[in-house]
């Protein structure tokens, strides 16, 4: 079990470019979530996922932003149209059973919108 | 809506000093509370998980507290070193919900 994997670490990215970040959670956890974390905050939530059903959307999850779980395996986040408030630390988590168990953090994307 | 505060934003103190870090949390019907660690542009680390049947958890030199009815958990480090240095994050789970963070504690000790 080599825990929550992000990928990628970094991503430097022009206004108005598509990018796409992927998060494999750690081994037969299947509840899944994303948050994303602005320098001095607290995460805020984004999303979630129970296996492949996404049963939860911020309000911060705006049109651009796109989220799936193919198979309830890994994750992949999208943000179309990138613009410079995008940039953020995007958080991704699993915890297993039904959710209410111990959540488990990968190391993060730092996205910076140029 | 749940929101989670913490208490003070930032702490200095010397190393070997005990200290107490504060949660609060507006909506009591919680599943669970977790305390994070996080340091400097990484992810975050978990440190305790406390179920709202209990009242404290412990690992090593940090004790975590609960208390429901008033909205509160505390962490607890007991003397304190360099290595504690760190943002501490608070996360209260309402049922059916996602998490809901803190803004954190910022710790620095000093040797």
């Known amino acids: 079990d080599t825990g929550v994997s992000q990928d990628p670490r970094h991503k430097i990215t022009k206004r108005g470019q598509n990018v796409t970040f992927r998060c494999d959670p750690i081994s037969e956890h299947n509840r899944l979530y994303w948050y994303r974390q602005t320098l001095g905050q607290g995460p805020e939530f984004l999303t979630y996922f129970q296996n492949e059903a996404q049963l939860e959307k911020s309000r911060l999850l705006s049109d651009r932003f796109s989220a799936e779980r193919p198979k309830g395996s890994f994750s992949t986040l999208e943000i179309q149209r990138t613009e410079q408030g995008d940039s953020a630390m995007y958080l991704c988590?699993?915890?297993?059973?039904?959710?209410?168990?111990?959540?488990?953090f990968g190391q993060g994307t730092r996205l910076t919108v140029v | 809506k749940q929101e989670v505060t913490q208490i003070p934003a930032a702490l200095s103190v010397p190393e070997g000093e005990n200290l107490v870090l504060n949660c609060s949390f507006t909506d009591s019907a919680i599943y669970n509370l977790q305390w994070f660690r996080q340091d400097p542009g990484k992810g975050l680390t978990s440190l305790l998980l406390?179920?709202?049947?209990?009242r404290e958890q412990t690992s090593g030199r940090l004790n975590a507290s609960l208390d429901k009815s008033s909205g509160r958990s505390t962490l607890y480090i007991a003397a304190s070193q360099p290595g504690d240095s760190a943002t501490y994050l608070c996360a209260a789970h309402n049922y059916g919900q996602n998490f809901v963070f803190g803004p954190g504690t910022r710790l620095s000790v000093l040797p």
């Open positions: 406390i179920q709202s049947s209990q």
């Open positions: 988590a699993s915890s297993s059973g039904m959710g209410y168990t111990e959540a488990f």
